[in-house]
């Protein structure tokens, strides 16, 4: 009898563990990617956490590709965020990383173009039952050679709006992102970080999921 009990509070443990862990995906550029692996190790015994596959990108890719990342699986929430490659300024003679050249590109998605892009990125998340979390994008640096400074507060603002009008939360890191940059960015042109400015960032990124948790 004995035996059978610690059998029965065994298994009511093992499933109060499993109801715990939710499944968490999170989909975005090179910047979720520097701080995904931070954020994994915080909620490791609270969540299952993966990446979109690769880089999200723009909205353009994340239209193509949305699908696929979901995967047919059941996310108890998804975090999404698109702008830096949105805003960002290309042109195929330009000789910096990713053809960026904000004075002779062209810009990859208006703010009328990301606007449409997004509208329909949301209406096909939240097709998923998921708890949707939208992440503003972050801090573009002075020189930086693709985008204008300035350029992410206004896709932010319509994004803000976007999820507003559709009832989803949204975790603004830009003002913290800007703080971070100062102290822990690659270099005074580049929108990405050193290992600390990503953990610092996934701190912001944790204490939110915590809360929706």
Excluded at 88 to 110: A, L, M, P, V
Aim: charge should be positive.
């Amino acid at each position: 009898m004995y035996k059978y009990l610690i059998i029965i509070i065994a298994l009511i443990g093992f499933s109060g563990f499993q109801q715990k862990q939710k499944k968490i995906l999170i989909i975005g550029d090179s910047i979720s990617i520097g701080y995904t692996p931070f954020v994994k190790e915080a909620l490791a015994d609270k969540a299952l956490i993966v990446h979109n596959e690769g880089n999200g990108q723009h909205t353009g890719n994340g239209l193509e590709k949305l699908d696929s990342w979901i995967n047919n699986e059941k996310w108890d929430v998804i975090q999404f965020n698109w702008g830096l490659w949105d805003l960002c300024y290309r042109s195929q003679d330009s000789k910096e990383q990713g053809n960026r050249d904000k004075i002779n590109g062209k810009i990859t998605y208006s703010v009328e173009e990301y606007q449409q892009n997004l509208e329909q990125l949301v209406k096909e998340l939240k097709m998923t039952g998921a708890k949707l979390i939208f992440v503003t994008t972050s801090y573009v640096p002075e020189n930086e050679a693709g985008r204008f400074p300035g350029d992410e507060l206004k896709y932010n603002k319509m994004a803000k709006q976007i999820m507003k009008e559709n009832g989803i939360l949204v975790n603004d890191i830009w003002k913290a992102t800007k703080k971070i940059h100062k102290k822990y960015g690659q270099a005074p042109n580049n929108v990405h970080y050193t290992p600390e400015g990503y953990k610092q960032i996934a701190d912001k990124i944790t204490s939110f999921l915590k809360k929706e948790l």
